[in-house]
């Protein structure tokens, strides 16, 4: 028995490194797109004028896309069947999505807000029955104080209705 295993083994370790090898090449190949990916949106951003937490988002989601994106390919490189890898992530991705959708409304109208700066922290704004002087924009709320009251107000609420500016002057930066 000991015969048959010192004969086999050669003949998978033939068979399996050439493959191990191309896999963590590929996997090494997305690591270093996702890295180059991450310091081209930071610089693109940051010379956009693009909000800092924006641009950091934005270059993590990059930078853990292509790292997933490796590390499947690298999966069907040695020969495994992903397909049912990907219909997990889709399906999780879904589900997820779903579950956090007022999250992700927030968060991305929290990322089109700092993009195209309707208004800027020390405008007066009015939106729905909230009004008050902004004093905080971040991903997920905005920030307005009146009469020593603390309003946040979900981003979401904020691109979907119409804002009233009161006073300050929104676009400029």
Known sequence: MNEDLTEALPKMAAEWLPKVGSALLVLFVFWLLAVVARKVVRKAGAV???????INLLARSAYIVLLVVGLVTALGTLGIDVSAIVASLGLTGFAVGFALKDSISNLLSGVLILIHRPFNVGDSIKVKTF??????IDLRYTRLERDGETILVPNSLLFTNPIS????????N
């Open 131 to 136: 009004e008050g002087l902004v004093t905080a």
């Open 48 to 54: 956009a004028g693009i909000d800092a937490s924006v």
């Open 165 to 172: 500016l009161l006073s300050g002057a929104a676009g400029e």
